[in-house]
């Protein structure tokens, strides 16, 4: 079946550091990719998306790269921010009925 | 905009009790699910429904039933609660094969304990 495997958190960082969150997948086939982000008692938000081998998503200063060959979709971050605490998700649509697989989420701290 | 709208936000209850998650839509998506997210767990997908009237088996059904009889409200039931069901409920939605990998819309969440 589909999987999606995430680095075990939590992470701290310091304000303005770099951020990598990796993420990689098994599919049966060529899914969508995507990276969700929950801040404290909240549901979970669309941060970026890829849809295909070689995309670009992008938002808010985050970017992941869609690795066919590598089947990964690492999430960056140049500079974070202390309003960027929050526990991030990896996941992958494939077929039909629109059933997303999750990681099970990486929690990010940074402190100022 | 309302978005998706899930009700109660937190509820204890004891073993053998009952109890309806609400959950609503207003942006006429066809496509609803519940998860329930466990710490360390991620989200497993307990039931969804790609329209009123329909509704099919996730990973993780036991214990649990739903209904579709609208496009807007999907609630979910717990019959007998048990404390394995002690866990965060998340409802979400999406427009679904109308728009291709379109993603999900989450509602902010149900806190549950069975004691």
């Known amino acids: 079946g589909n999987s999606v495997t995430q680095m075990e958190g939590p992470v701290t960082l310091s304000e303005e550091a770099f951020l990598t969150i990796n993420c990689t997948y098994t599919a049966t086939g060529y899914p969508s990719l995507f990276w969700y982000v929950q801040y404290p008692g909240e549901g979970l938000q669309l941060l970026l998306k890829a849809t295909k081998a070689d995309d670009k998503g992008s938002n808010k200063g985050f970017e992941a790269t869609y690795r066919k060959e590598t089947t990964s979709f690492h999430l960056e971050k140049g500079s974070v921010q202390v309003s960027d605490s929050a526990v991030y998700f990896c996941?992958?649509?494939?077929?039909?009925?629109?059933?997303?697989?999750f990681g099970t989420g990486t929690k990010l701290q940074v402190i100022p | 905009n309302a978005g998706v709208t899930q009700t109660p936000k937190f509820r204890i209850l004891k073993i053998g009790q009952s109890m309806t998650l609400q959950c609503t839509q207003d942006?006429?998506?066809?496509?609803m699910y519940w998860y329930r997210q466990d710490p360390g767990m991620g989200l497993k997908l307990i039931y969804y429904s790609v329209g009123a009237g329909i509704t099919d088996k996730g990973e993780v059904p036991n214990g649990y039933n739903v209904s579709r009889s609208t496009t807007e409200d999907f609630p979910l039931r717990l019959e007998l609660a048990a404390p394995s069901q002690t866990s965060v409920y998340f409802c979400?939605?999406?427009?679904?094969?109308?728009?291709?990998?379109?993603?999900?819309?989450f509602g902010n969440g149900t806190r549950l304990t069975v004691t």
């Open positions: 979400a939605s999406s427009p679904g094969q109308a728009i291709t990998n379109s993603p999900l819309h």
């Open positions: 996941a992958l649509i494939l077929g039909g009925y629109q059933k997303v697989t």
């Open positions: 942006m006429n998506h066809n496509y």
